[in-house]
């Protein structure tokens, strides 16, 4: 079991900066992927961005490559987002989930996330 919690959501102004967390708790999550993603509303829960806890190289939707950075930290047993330059488009419910490698290796597949957190509100205006 995997518990998820977000943190850091809010309102900004575009080209504003936003800094959200996910702490993690649990057995064995240090073996997860942990990915972020974002619904905005009326639309789908789209894919934002993954990284291993182990490290290595992350993965970008390319909406945000270049605006946002994702990064580890496990004597925190915290995953970051760092969203700079936001724009009004990336208003959205912003969730963050775990990735067990049994289930799959699809990164940006929702599908094979087992554990989610309750969702963070950003919200950017014009």
């Known amino acids: 079991q995997v518990e998820l919690v977000e943190s850091g959501g809010g309102l900004v102004q575009a080209g504003g900066s936003l800094l959200l967390s996910c702490s993690a708790s649990?057995?064995?999550?240090?073996?997860?992927?942990m990915g972020w993603f974002r619904q905005a509303p009326g639309k789908e829960r789209e894919f934002v961005a993954a990284?291993?806890?182990?490290?290595?190289?992350?993965k970008y939707a390319d909406s945000v490559k270049g605006r946002f950075t994702i990064a580890a930290n496990n004597g925190k047993n915290t995953v970051y987002l760092q969203m700079n330059r936001l724009k009004p488009e990336d208003t959205a419910v912003y969730s963050c989930?775990?990735?067990?490698?049994?289930?799959?290796?699809?990164?940006?597949?929702?599908?094979?996330?087992?554990?989610w957190g309750q969702g963070t509100q950003v919200t950017v205006s014009s």
């Open positions: 649990g057995s064995t999550f240090s073996i997860y992927t």
């Open positions: 989930g775990a990735l067990h490698p049994m289930f799959g290796s699809d990164w940006t597949n929702l599908a094979t996330y087992t554990y």
């Open positions: 990284i291993r806890w182990s490290g290595g190289i992350p």
